[in-house]
């Protein structure tokens, strides 16, 4: 099994080290995000679930550990998650339940940390 929250550390680090080879990107990557995570017309606990759905379906476990990690910070709960991993399948058919499982993992190693 992955070990969501570890893989999402290792990540932050290396957009770090990213940062470093190519700061105008990553600055701008960085704006893109916070931009369209901010509440607008949907909350940001609604846009993570949607970058979570999209996630599952693209077969990023990285995303997937970033956003039902940033989901659960903007008040996302286990039934939330679920029925974005279940769209998510409606969407990406087969492998999407397998991704969608490891959204399931991500979310309960959370949980056993706190989040």
């Known amino acids: 099994m992955k070990n969501f929250p570890e893989n999402f550390k290792e990540i932050n680090a ?3 080290k990213l940062s470093i ?3 105008d990107v990553m600055q ?3 704006a893109l995000h916070e931009s369209t995570i901010k509440a607008g017309a949907l909350d940001s606990k609604t846009k993570e679930l949607i970058a979570l759905g999209i996630a ?3 077969r990023c476990d990285g995303c997937i550990a970033f956003h039902v990690h940033d989901a ?3 008040g996302a709960n286990k039934n939330e998650i ?3 991993v279940s769209v998510a399948i409606l969407m990406g058919g087969g492998p999407s339940v397998v991704y969608g ?3 399931m993992q991500a979310l309960n190693q ?5 989040l």
């Open 110 to 114: 959370y949980q056993e940390q706190g």
């Open 21 to 23: 080879e190519i700061p």
């Open 28 to 30: 701008g990557f960085g």
């Open 72 to 74: 659960m910070q903007a």
């Open 101 to 103: 499982i490891e959204a």
């Open 82 to 84: 679920a029925e974005t």
């Open 56 to 58: 599952i379906t693209v």
């Open 14 to 16: 290396w957009m770090e």
